[in-house]
Structures are given as C-alpha cells and as structure tokens.
C-alpha cells in the first residue's frame, strides 16, 4: 500500500511490492494473480461473509432488512481495518483501472448477495433489485464513514437504510395521489 501511494498504482511493479514485503516475486505471484490483486484480495472472504451473514438473519425480515442486517455484520470488518481500508480506497480512487476493477468486483458482491436472497425464498427480480439498491446503500455509507469517520459505519448504514426508506414511503404515497 506504500509503494502504491508513494509512486502511484501504474509506476508500481510486482517485484517491487515482493522486494518491499520480503518475499521472493515467485512467492508474490504464488498469493496474488497480478497487483491488483493486491487492493482486492479480501473479496472472497467478504463474500462469504455476505452470504452467511444473509442466511443467518432472522427470519421473518423483508429483503431490505436482512441486508442491513448482512451489512452491518460485515461492516465491522472494514472498521477493524480502517488504517488498511481508507489509503486503498485513495489507491482506487486515483487509478481509473482500479475503479473499473473494483465496479466489476462490486457487481459480482451484488451478485452474490441478489443470490442468498433468492435462497431464502426472494423472488428472483425483487432479489436482484434488492441486492443493487442495499449494494448502493452499502457504498453510500461506506463513503459516508470515509468523508467523516465520527460516525461509524454501522451508524451511517442505518442512516442510509433509513433514507432508502423515506424515499420508498415518498414514492408510495406519490403513486396513491397523497403528497
């Protein structure tokens, strides 16, 4: 993460990030595909977590709040890892592959989540559109905590699930004539 914030994403090297890790670039490549790799690699991990986080809610929740719920458990793992998370997210922000690869990394946890809603019985269309609404949820607040770490981030998720409900609540009552 040094090197990438010292001399940039693209001017970085795989031995580079070997030779300042004290491992041989064989041993790098054993553990990483490319250096990208390097920023993304908890994306499994975090899957599973979603996923099990999912079909552990309690039953008898709508889709919106058993991803609050799958959230906020995972959320704690980004604040426990705030020195590494918010000096990767400048990486990212700074190197537009980097934004590209996350966007794609992103749509296959959106995926993923949209699935362990559908096993627990989610219709497949309102899995889906639950899953990219709570995803953008997610990110919003997860920018939220960046911008300003006084709240945490568990805090900002439950604002944002509750901004997500005020505009559902203000879309119904637009569609029923009421304002």
């Not at 939220?144 to 945490?152: F, G, N, Q, V």
């Amino acid at each position: 993460m040094d090197l990438y914030r010292e001399r940039g994403f693209d001017q970085t090297t795989a031995a580079e990030i070997a030779a300042r890790a004290g491992v041989t670039e064989r041993t790098f490549f054993r553990h990483f595909p490319d250096k990208r790799e390097v920023l993304f690699a908890g994306e499994a991990d975090l899957r599973a977590a979603l996923m099990q986080a999912v079909a552990e809610a309690p039953d008898g929740l709508e889709p919106f709040e058993v991803l609050l719920c799958a959230f906020g458990k995972t959320a704690r793992r980004l604040e426990d890892n705030r020195p590494y998370s918010e000096p990767r997210w400048q990486v990212i922000a700074a190197t537009p592959a980097l934004r590209e690869r996350e966007l794609a990394k992103h749509a296959s946890l959106t995926n993923a989540v949209a699935d362990a809603l559908r096993q627990r019985g989610v219709a497949d269309a309102l899995a889906a559109l639950a899953a990219r609404t709570g995803w953008a949820a997610y990110q919003h607040a997860v920018q939220a905590w960046i911008d300003d770490p006084a709240l945490s981030l568990t805090a900002q998720l439950d604002r944002a699930f509750d901004d997500l409900r005020a505009l559902s609540s203000i879309g119904a009552a637009g569609r029923s004539g009421r304002v």
